[in-house]
Nanobody
Framework: QVELVESGGGLAQAGGSLRLSCTASGRLFSSYILGWFRQAPGRDREFVAAIRQGTGGTTYADSVKGRFTISRDRPNNTISLQMRDLKPAATAVYYC???????????WGQGTQVTVSS
């Protein structure tokens, strides 16, 4: 069983930056994918970004390309999401997710709130 624990998040002004981190415990195969989804009030959960443990390959939602960067610290089973030029539309609960297939939704963290004020 894999457990995902998020940290970071909080409040930022529009145009500002925040960093999220997620530490995974348990056995992660080289094919494992870790990523982030988010859910804004009244909206469905949506994909944000993901990174493959084996290759380090990344995928981003079009809405965050160029502003968000996902990275990994493989020895420590940790990923981070650096968010820059934040917009109020980024306000949501951000969930760390993981799985062996695409999209990585087999395991979920508890979520962390990100609020961007205008």
């Amino acid at each position: 069983q894999v457990e995902l624990v998020e940290s970071g998040g909080g409040l930022a002004q529009a145009g500002g930056s925040l960093r999220l981190s997620c530490t995974a415990s348990g056995r992660l195969f080289s094919s494992y994918i870790l990523g982030w989804f988010r859910q804004a009030p009244g909206r469905d959960r949506e994909f944000v970004a993901a990174i493959r443990q084996g290759t380090g390959g990344t995928t981003y939602a079009d809405s965050v390309k160029g502003r968000f960067t996902i990275s990994r610290d493989r020895p420590n089973n940790t990923i981070s999401l650096q968010m820059r030029d934040l917009k109020p539309a980024a306000t949501a609960v951000y969930y760390c997710t993981g799985g062996r297939t695409w999209p990585p939704q087999q395991h979920w963290g508890q979520g962390t709130q990100v609020t961007v004020s205008s």
